[in-house]
């Protein structure tokens, strides 16, 4: 394993700032703790089924795992990781709604956040990459309609700016990998079809 394998991408500063500057640090501590939780569900799914995590990138919808050949994993190990994540959330979500403490009802709506978010059928979150992951020939349909459907959600976020900036961050965000991703769309399939040939 990467001696650092847990970092925080720099989208994640505007999210900080604005916790910070609004006086909201117990919302900061929740939100980073529940995208922690979230992503330490599909780590150990991934350590439990034997793949080798490579680095684990905390975002504001969750985050993004690095594994060795990852692409070559049978589709059901694939999904487990995938859902890993979700069910960690899921977890946390029942514990707010049965257990009574301080913040619960913040808690609660940052868990559906999460978890709704990340269901979405959006390449890279985890519901495109379940979809990904089982029809992989549909790559360059499902980061077009992401990045297509990100724009729209952007656009209409603005609508309701201030209100809505953290959902503009995020899809703005989304947006642009979207359109990495497409730019080098031919890399990745000839490099999955090499890999997957060895």
């Known amino acids: 394993m990467n001696k650092r394998l847990f970092r925080v991408h720099p989208i994640m500063i505007p999210f900080f700032l604005f916790f910070y500057l609004s006086g909201e640090i117990a919302m900061y501590a929740l939100v980073f703790g529940s995208l922690l939780v979230h992503e330490l569900g599909h780590l150990l799914v991934a350590i439990w089924m034997g793949a080798k995590v490579q680095s ?23 999904v ?29 709506m940052i ?46 976020s603005l609508f309701y700016f201030p209100v809505a900036l953290v959902i503009s961050i995020i899809f703005l965000f989304l947006a642009f990998q979207n359109l990495s991703y497409w730019r080098f769309r031919k890399y990745k ?5 090499i890999t997957k040939s060895a």
């Not at 684990?56 to 990852?70: A, D, N, S, V």
């Not at 960690?88 to 301080?102: A, K, R, S, W």
């Not at 059928?121 to 985890?126: A, G, N, R, T």
């Not at 399939?189 to 079809?193: G, K, P, Q, S, Y």
């Open 56 to 78: 684990c990138t905390i975002l504001p919808y969750g985050g993004e795992i690095k594994m060795e050949q990852f692409s070559k994993q049978p589709k059901r190990i694939q």
């Open 80 to 108: 487990c990781i995938i859902l890993g994540g979700p069910l960690c959330t899921l977890l946390l979500l029942l514990f707010g709604m049965f257990i009574d403490f301080p913040q619960a009802n913040i808690f609660i």
């Open 111 to 156: 868990q559906l956040s999460i978890f709704g978010l990340n269901l979405l059928p959006i390449f890279p979150l985890d519901g495109g990459r379940i979809i990904h992951s089982i029809f992989p020939k549909l790559y360059e349909e499902l980061i077009g309609f992401s990045g297509c459907i990100c724009v729209i959600i952007f656009v209409v």
């Open 189 to 193: 399939l000839a490099f999955d079809w």
